[in-house]
């Protein structure tokens, strides 16, 4: 029997879905954007550089997957819910919705600002909770759908220097409980990932050689890629995560067993 008859050919898990990955003009947002379009989905590039979002694009079209480019800055509630109607405009709905937009700043309790107690419950919390109010009715009323999450292990345990960073993405990984138990009846999937020292361009950059020094802690031992998060994250959006709900899933090197 020839091989083309032994083995029938199977169309990427995601293929004829529609995607939206915020922050995904850099870092694990770029890998994960990449990944699902690998995987066939027609995926909407969010952030806030429309220059790094066309390239990610761009990138996307050259091999051979598609995507369209948003700009956001998820500052806020409204951008959140503006974002939400663009992307549902895009092909009339959205099947997989990335949560991973994000930022962090480090420091002790008296060193924290108002300004950045904000803008981090802002862009952490708020964007993801007010995206998921708007995109997730249409999730439900197609009885189909699948959130992730992109949160952190510091949000797991405690810290000297990630009190604010580390407590919005708690938040988030609490909402993602609650969202399985709201949304999980009428088939909408909500899961997070949560993500241990990645080497990045923002971390190599912000870290330097602590970036190893950090992820040395970890049972493995080495920071993992960002394509090793994006496969996680396509895993969670694809139909052989069909009974994995409610789910935070570490992608941290064992860090979060010690």
């Known amino acids: 029997m020839a091989l083309s008859e032994e ?35 027609f995926v909407i590039v969010s952030g806030r550089d429309p220059d790094r979002g066309h390239a990610v694009v761009e990138a996307i079209a050259s091999a051979g997957g598609q995507a369209e480019f948003i700009k956001a800055d998820l500052a806020d509630a409204e951008s959140a ?21 994000g930022i962090a700043v480090y420091g002790s309790t008296p060193e924290g600002t108002q300004y950045d107690f904000d803008a981090l419950y802002a862009v952490n919390v708020k964007a993801p909770y007010f995206l998921v109010g708007q995109i997730v009715p249409s ?44 949304f999980g009846p009428s088939g909408v999937r909500v899961n997070t990932v949560a993500p241990g020292p990645t080497r990045t361009e923002g971390t190599e950059r912000v870290l330097g050689p602590l970036l190893d020094k950090i992820a040395a802690k970890s049972p493995l031992g080495r920071p993992a890629t960002t394509a090793e998060v994006a496969a996680v994250v396509a895993f969670l959006a694809g139909d052989d995560a069909a009974m994995v709900h409610g789910q935070l899933i570490h992608v941290d090197g064992g860090r979060s067993v010690l």
């Open 81 to 101: 819910i503006a974002l939400a109607g663009e992307a549902l405009a895009v092909k009339g709905h959205v099947d997989v919705l990335v949560n991973n937009a």
């Open 139 to 182: 999730m439900i009323e197609r009885g189909s759908g699948v959130v992730v999450n992109v949160s952190t292990m510091v949000a797991s345990f405690g810290s000297s220097s990630t009190g604010i960073y580390g407590s919005s993405k708690a938040a988030l990984n609490q909402l993602t409980r609650d969202w399985a138990v709201e």
């Open 7 to 41: 083995w029938e050919y199977e169309m990427p898990e995601l293929t004829g879905r529609v995607a939206l990955v915020t922050g995904a003009t850099s870092g694990i947002g770029k890998a994960i954007a990449a990944r699902l379009a690998a995987d066939g989905a």
